[in-house]
């Protein structure tokens, strides 16, 4: 086994070096420090084909990042250039920049930095004015190009992109936000207001300052030695989140998020989505159904844009992958034990991606790409679905209801009240988010978004309803919304929906199960999943405590789905009070800042939810013909 590692690690190292090589013989590179308008100069690393000229001309492709635009020095040159190999190899003039505070730029680091609507002087700057300036001195300093611009990048450089896509050059011609954030209050950092513990690792790359630029991660000491693979129980022994100053008393960015619990001007102000007016140019969004980081990113930002720019070319890719996976091909496309087919990454490189930046900087422009509105996968069929819109204008809105039994159909409950189930949410014993405990202590989470939920199922704190085996295949294509009536003991909750699909128990293994002791015979897949923190019901700007033992109305979007259950699958709708250590614990006695909870204030408390005639309970979805 030694043997075998380090001849794939020289393997590796051989691939990369031949590729940085075939880089270096093709592609001449530069590094400059370009000044924004109001003097902050910003590193940035210019990659121009070693054939242009005059004659032969190239459009700019770029990415601005907080990562670091490394390997930085003369002769230093990268593995691979641009979003892929096939834009690599039919040549861009690709540049990288350093956005403020990181890395080899000037500045001061501001996570999600505020976007100035109304700019009135050379001293309001933000990402998009920094992108339009990047963007005039490029123009003007670098020689045999096309004219036209592009952009594209994943995560935190996918909100770069977003806001770059605002800066209104008339040479932008194309951005590709992928896997973007928009909102910290809503993904990566928080759900529905319910902080993602599962980022507890994260926060020395985006709370500690550097005091001058660097090509050094500066940040490193900063991170956590937890002494344990079990994030779980790391988690659980730490206790209220208020401990986690034992770690990061000194990062800013941590006591942000004490200072700010609710959705507050901090928050709001940092959203990207209220500005994605006024956008002219081609944006193709993309995303990943199975992505744990950034899912309500993509489909929010392509959702806004659609409503507040008609007439745009404004479209949609959403693939079966993890956070990012579309730009690494894998060969066999799995997420956690779930098999897709083989060289999905290459397809979408090859004949989404590719075809959308060459139209638009080196083609005609005109939109004609012969590429759909919204290209997305269907994670059950396991094939690609194209639409002329997203959601899919055919499709119809149906409810599945919760009944007595653990039942679940699309009839509505006839049953008199009292009808309900109930359960018992212990903070001090939180239902696993995953059954893997060494894959909590991971630097974000993975696996999940797909993971086999029977471990969760068999918990008497876990409500399961599940229908009967389906007799023909059913596509949920759309938005799906959790709508639940429940009344708790406590005077605060929260409610853990998943959508599962369960296979049937004659369900074969495919041959790149990756888990040996896993078995696809009776998988329960998750499908989708949300939380909300009952407290945020009414208003996510002024939370409220509940009233104990009153039934209550609980609503809210589960991230949209493109997904078969086929015949002979059951549907699954499983509901619970906590997925730890994803999201934090809510103490379930109402506290007004929970960063701030002590140990006594986390309490048990009896959760019912109702299924009664007139007071039900389910998920309303869209089905597809």
């Given at each position: ?8 690690a020289?393997l ?16 001449t ?8 308008r ?46 892929n ?43 998009s ?55 910290f209050?809503f ?26 630029p ?5 940040w ?24 986690f ?17 609710n ?20 944006v ?5 159904w ?40 894998t060969?066999?496309?799995l ?13 979408y ?43 899919a ?108 699909d369960?296979?049937?128990g ?33 208003s ?11 039934i209550?109305?609980?609503?809210f ?69």
């Amino acid at each position: 086994m030694r043997s075998f590692l380090l001849f794939f690690a020289l393997l590796s190292v051989s691939f990369s070096y031949a590729q940085s090589e075939w880089v270096k013989q093709n592609y001449t590179k530069a590094e400059y420090d370009v000044a924004m308008r109001d003097g902050t100069n910003l590193h940035t690393i210019v990659y121009t084909p070693k054939d242009a000229s005059a004659a032969k001309t190239y459009p700019f492709l770029m990415q601005r990042t907080c990562y670091s635009v490394a390997p930085y020095g003369e002769g230093k040159y990268p593995g691979q250039l641009g979003p892929n190999k096939f834009l690599m190899q039919e040549k861009y003039i690709f540049v990288y920049q350093d956005v403020r505070g990181r890395y080899m730029s000037e500045g001061t680091w501001t996570n999600m930095t505020p976007q100035i609507a109304h700019k009135t002087s050379k001293t309001q700057v933000d990402e998009s004015s920094d992108t339009y300036d990047t963007i005039e001195w490029l123009l003007k300093n670098i020689p045999h190009h096309n004219g036209r611009v592009g952009q594209w990048g994943i995560s935190y450089p996918g909100f770069y992109t977003v806001a770059g896509a605002l800066s209104q050059h008339p040479s932008l011609k194309a951005s590709s936000p992928q896997a973007p954030v928009s909102d910290f209050f809503f993904d990566d950092f928080h759900h529905n207001g319910a902080f993602t513990q599962g980022y507890f690792l994260t926060f020395p790359v985006f709370g500690i300052q550097h005091p001058k630029p660097t090509a050094d991660n500066w940040w490193l000491p900063g991170l956590i030695n937890a002494n344990t693979q079990d994030g779980y129980q790391f988690n659980l022994d730490l206790g209220p989140l208020k401990n986690f100053d034992t770690y990061y008393k000194d990062n800013f960015f941590w006591q942000e998020h004490k200072e700010h619990p609710n959705y507050d001007e901090f928050w709001k102000k940092r959203s990207i989505v209220p500005h994605l007016t006024n956008v002219k140019h081609a944006v193709m969004t993309v995303g990943g159904w199975f992505d744990a980081e950034d899912l309500y990113g993509p489909l929010t930002v392509y959702k806004t844009l659609e409503r507040n720019n008609p007439g745009a070319y404004n479209t949609l890719v959403m693939g079966p992958f993890g956070h990012g996976r579309w730009s690494q091909e894998t060969g066999h496309t799995l997420h956690s034990n779930v098999y897709f087919g083989d060289s999905i990454a290459t397809f979408y490189q090859r004949e989404i991606e590719t075809t959308f930046f060459h139209h638009f900087l080196k083609g005609p422009g005109d939109g004609k790409t012969g590429l759909p509105d919204a290209y997305l996968f269907d994670t059950g069929k396991k094939a690609w679905q194209q639409f002329d819109r997203w959601p899919a204008a055919a499709a119809t809105k149906k409810t599945l209801y919760f009944h007595s039994g653990g039942k679940l159909s699309f009839e509505a409950p006839k049953q008199a009240a009292p009808g309900y189930t109930e359960y018992v949410s212990d903070p001090h014993k939180p239902v696993p988010y995953i059954e893997n405990s060494t894959a909590t202590m991971g630097f974000t989470p993975f696996d999940y978004m797909s993971e086999d939920q029977r471990f969760a199922a068999r918990r008497t704190d876990v409500l399961v309803f599940q229908t009967e085996p389906l007799t023909e295949d059913v596509t949920l294509g759309g938005e799906i919304m959790a709508k639940l009536n429940f009344s708790t003991t406590g005077t605060d909750a929260d409610f853990f929906v998943k959508l599962v699909d369960v296979y049937p128990g004659n369900e074969p293994d495919h041959a790149y199960l990756p888990h040996k002791n896993i078995t696809l015979s009776n998988y329960h897949q998750m499908v989708r999943s949300e939380i909300m923190r009952a407290r945020f019901r009414n208003s996510f700007e002024k939370p409220e405590p509940l009233i104990a033992n009153k039934i209550t109305p609980l609503n809210f979007r589960l991230q949209d789905v493109l997904h078969t259950f086929k015949k002979g699958h059951r549907i699954q709708i499983q509901v619970q009070s906590t997925a730890f250590p994803l999201f934090d614990r809510n103490p379930q006695k109402y506290v007004p800042n929970i960063y701030l909870a002590e140990d006594k204030d986390f309490i048990k408390a009896t959760h019912r939810v109702y299924h009664q005639t007139g007071v039900f309970s389910g998920i309303e979805v869209e089905i597809l013909k």
